[in-house]
Nanobody, 127 residues
């Protein structure tokens, strides 16, 4: 069972990147997916969360209006479209999968509730 986040890179402030989260060994369509990030010297934080249907994703306040989560390929691939990137968005981004019902808004950032974690992808934003 593997979960992999990819698509990171170096971008100038104000630019865009799209991250992808792909699963192998299990069908991620039955899982809800969380995006997290960790900057050097900081704790990992929740960025976004998307349900199995892809409807009504949750977002951290710091990225709301700039980041968009979506699902494609019958739900087996999840994307995080990041626009108007800021230097403070620079971090290693991870996706995590949770089997089961959609988490409520107050709990989607709880890392212990996720079953699988992927290796992260580095996002660097130059000012």
């Amino acid at each position: 069972v593997q979960l992999r986040a990819f698509g990171g890179g170096l971008v100038q402030a104000g630019g865009s990147l799209r991250l992808s989260c792909a699963a192998s060994g299990f069908t991620s369509v039955y899982y809800t997916i969380g995006w997290f990030r960790q900057a050097p010297g900081k704790e990992r934080e929740g960025v976004s969360y998307i349900s199995m249907s892809g409807s009504s994703p949750f977002y951290a306040t710091s990225v709301k209006g700039r980041f968009t989560s979506s699902r494609a390929n019958a739900g087996n691939t999840v994307y995080l479209q990041m626009r108007n990137l800021k230097p403070e968005d620079a971090a290693v981004y991870y996706c995590a999968a949770r089997r089961g019902n959609r988490l409520i808004a107050s709990r989607w950032t709880e890392e212990r509730l996720y079953d699988y974690w992927g290796q992260g992808t580095q996002v660097t934003v130059s000012s």
